[in-house]
């Protein structure tokens, strides 16, 4: 380490050698004179603040706890399907703008064409300046004698962005046109993060004052997107109607909710027999307001045909956790999340009709309003959300399991907020155009695939233990495995609701009953923790710059992608695997296996 010695150092070069610093003190901290790192890291930073998170770093090592997971990979336990693979936000506008797009290019690498996305305001009126939790694209109007007239140009430009950058959209039919809506004053809100909620529930949310309009420009709009796309395009989409109809974003009843969508399934489908549909996309497991939906489905009077039921390809619900600000300190509420997914599950199993219907949990996020900002928000910028997505991910398999649920989707409601303040606090994928950690956690899902195989972990909260109460007491430490002809993939992770410093765990990882094909393999270190695949670290260490120098700009973008580390050492023995590495409390770890 003597090479961190003798040079004074500034700017961003001072930054990157502090990073090289705090890599090796993590990866070889034996090796390390912890008196060379405090007097070279002080230089490079402030001396304050980097003494106080070098006692953390000291403490993590003295207090590691072994933790022992073993991989089987014989036992396969049914596809890993990329559930992950769908996001969503309220402001469609984004999509097409700078940022927008540079993120929406990054989703769609993750898997072309098989990733998902769902926006709100795709029908609402305006000329498309989008602000928080609003976006319009003033595709209806009535004119003088009160005939529709349609408007395609801004819609396009989305659903174009969309396929462009190898995505396809999971089309939320919704908002109401001002010159179809019932109560069409006031109508477009100026909510703020500091205003009430319910002051975004303007004149886009009420019933139309004609459903067969409403229906026409529900079956307008498909027709235009299969003469634009084709219908092979088409056919891949998910239609669904409205966002979370049980509460204030429908401002009618629930009878008219019903109407709303049995108009517009049937305006869909006679624009295209075999569009994918479904819904309601309820807040919440939706409750009673579920089932009655769902018995409105499957065998009530369809309001749009007289028939018997309505269409319903799909079933969806949404799920938030519940953090909070306690003792100095943000709390997760992974329980609350897990026993909402729970629920919606329960009720979907209590009709038999459903059996293997595909269900999609249209939004599934540690807290409900992305746009919002506060203390108890404080967790979005940095390792705990991407701990934590890891961790949920993994029990939603589980939930999908114990109930006989189709799982096909679980939709992250995170995007970016164009020209918005760098890590502002909202929670999002990216800001400025600069990823977060909790990007990284999807890069890692995306090198997963094949068949799920299955692991124990001595350092496991149970599922049962996390739907009562969460993970309150000792971490959780697991993983999720999985295995094709050519890879096994392992992601691990380190996971406390509390955002507080811990020991690290001292992994053990060992893969039995490989392939004869595996007896010689490659391996792979990707990790997500404070300084790896973690632009926010930098840009606190930076001095939290608004206006980065163009060096500063790059540096904090490479930083923000998922990062490689050296791998463990192996130990190989017949057909089973053995390493060790140190996992920090909030990391991440996927470790690939080829075949060489």
């Known amino acids: 380490m003597d090479r961190f010695m003798g040079t004074k150092l500034n700017g961003v070069s001072a930054l990157k050698e502090r990073r090289q610093l705090l890599e090796a003190f993590f990866e070889h901290p034996d090796k390390i004179n912890r008196r060379t790192f405090l007097h070279r890291s002080i230089l490079t930073v402030s001396a304050a603040g980097l003494f106080a998170s ?51 290019a990054e989703l769609g690498k993750l898997a072309p064409q098989r990733v998902y996305f769902r926006t709100h305001n795709l029908l ?20 003088e004698q009160g005939c529709p007239v349609y408007n395609w140009t801004l819609l396009d430009r989305i659903f174009d962005t969309y396929l462009e950058c190898g995505i396809r959209p999971y089309v939320e039919i919704g908002f109401m046109p001002k010159d179809l809506s019932v109560k069409p004053e006031p109508y477009q809100h ?10 975004i529930y303007t004149g886009w949310a009420y019933p139309p004052k004609d459903y067969k309009k409403w229906a026409e420009l529900v079956y307008q709009w498909a027709k235009h997107c299969v003469q634009r796309y084709g219908r092979s395009e088409v056919e891949t989409w998910y239609w669904q109607v409205w966002n979370e109809p049980n509460i204030g974003y429908w401002q009618g009843i629930f009878e008219e909710f019903c109407k709303l969508h049995d108009f517009a399934i049937d ?77 919606g599950f329960r009720i979907i199993a209590s009709f038999p009709h459903l059996k293997g219907r595909p269900v999609i949990i249209g939004e599934s996020d540690p807290e409900g309003c992305a746009a919002c900002q506060g203390e108890h928000l404080g967790y979005r910028n940095g390792t705990m959300y991407s701990s934590y997505t890891a961790a949920v991910f993994a029990r939603k398999y589980e939930l999908a399991e114990r109930y006989g649920i189709n799982l096909e989707g679980a939709l992250t409601w995170a995007f970016q907020f164009e020209d918005q303040p760098f890590f502002a606090g909202f929670r999002s994928l990216a ?23 299955a692991v124990q972990s001595d350092g496991a909260v149970s599922l049962e233990t996390m739907l009562q109460e969460g993970v309150r007491r000792q971490p959780d430490v697991s993983a999720l495995a999985s295995f094709d002809e050519d890879k096994l993939a392992v992601l691990v992770w380190h ?14 990882l060992k893969i039995a009953h490989l392939p004869s094909a595996f007896r010689q393999v490659s391996v792979q270190h990707f990790r997500i923790d404070q300084n790896h695949s973690n632009a926010y670290t930098l840009w606190k260490e930076m001095g939290r710059p ?46 690939l296996f080829s075949k060489t």
């Open 431 to 453: 800001t400025r155009g600069i990823d977060k950690p909790v990007l990284n956690v999807f890069r890692m899902f995306s090198r997963m695939g094949g068949q799920r195989v």
């Open 546 to 591: 608004q206006n980065p120098a163009p060096e500063q700009y790059a540096l904090l973008e490479q930083t923000g992608r998922l990062a490689e580390m050296p791998a463990p050492q192996t130990h190989a023995e017949s057909d089973t695997i053995t390493l060790n590495f140190s996992l920090p409390r909030q990391a991440v770890s996927l470790l």
């Open 190 to 199: 100026s909510w703020t993060p500091s205003a009430k909620y319910e002051e």
């Open 495 to 508: 996971y406390h609701d509390d955002d507080l410093a811990g020991p690290q765990a001292q992994v053990e």
């Open 54 to 104: 070098t006692k953390g770093f000291t403490s993590e090592l003295s207090d590691a706890f072994p933790v022992k997971i073993a991989v089987d990979a014989s036992q396969k336990i049914g596809e890993f399907r990329p559930i992950w693979r769908f996001f969503g936000a309220d402001e469609p506008n984004y999509a097409y703008m700078k940022d927008g797009r540079k993120l929406l």
């Open 267 to 343: 305006a869909v489908r006679r624009a295209l027999p075999t569009a994918r549909v479904g819904g309601p996309d309820v807040a919440g497991s939706g409750g009673q307001f579920q089932k009655d939906f769902l018995r409105h489905c499957l065998e009530g009077t369809n309001r749009a045909t007289g028939q018997t039921g309505t269409p319903l390809d799909f079933v969806s619900f949404h799920a938030k956790g519940a953090p909070r600000f306690a003792d100095g300190h943000v709390q997760m509420g992974i329980a609350e999340h897990l026993r909402t997914i729970e629920d």
């Open 124 to 143: 609402c009126s305006g000329d498309g300046t989008p602000a928080l939790k609003w976006g319009s694209t003033g595709v209806y109007r009535e004119d």
